[in-house]
Every structure is written in C-alpha cells, then in structure tokens.
Nanobody, 119 residues
C-alpha cells in the first residue's frame, strides 16, 4: 500500500505560480512512477504530468507544456508540481497518483488539493 497526501493548493491570480507537493508513505516509494491528474467542475479527471521512478523521464499534457514541471525526491518520498503562468482554465482539484509503470494506470490516489486561478 502507498498513501499519498497532496498539499500546496490555493487561490492565485492568472499569471501566478503555485507549487503542489505530494507526500508518500507506505511501501517503497522509489519503485513507483508518479503522476498528477486534475478534475475541473463538471469535467472528467484528466492527466497532467508523469515522472518515472528514477526521475529521468517526464511527460506532460500539451496544455501545460512549458508552464508546469514535475519532479520527485525519492529520499524524501515527495513529488512536486511547479505550476507557472497559471490560467483560469487550470482551475481544478489536483490529484497525485502512483503507478507501477511510467504513464501507466494509477494504483494509488491522493485525496486531492484545490487550485483556483482567478482572472
């Protein structure tokens, strides 16, 4: 089992920045690929970014490329999502997820953290 807890969400103006954090506990964290997803009101949950177990590979959905950066610190069992140049359409609940394969189906989910971007 892996437990995931997100933090760092909040209210920010368009063009601003936020850094989301995801703290992991439980089984060996370093063997899991990690990802961030988000769900806006009335919409389905969508993929945002993924990072391999080593951190050597990353992947982003087109809408956040160049603005968001995913990273991890295996020693601290942490995953981060640095979000810059935020837009109102980035408003959503952001979820951290762990999977056995890079960009694979998540096996574990956090409870989510709300990000609201005002125009």
């Amino acid at each position: 089992q892996v437990q995931l807890v997100e933090s760092g969400g909040g209210l920010v103006q368009a063009g601003g920045s936020l850094r989301l954090s995801c703290a992991a506990s439980g089984r060996i964290f370093s063997i899991y690929a990690m990802a961030w997803f988000r769900q806006a009101p009335g919409k389905e949950r969508e993929f945002v970014a993924a990072i391999s177990w080593s951190g050597g590979s990353t992947y982003y959905t087109d809408s956040v490329k160049g603005r968001f950066t995913i990273s991890r610190d295996n020693a601290k069992k942490m995953v981060y999502l640095q979000m810059n140049s935020l837009k109102p359409e980035d408003t959503a609940v952001y979820y951290c997820a762990a999977s056995e394969a890079f960009r694979g189906t998540p096996h574990y989910w956090g409870q989510g953290t709300q990000v609201t971007v005002s125009s």
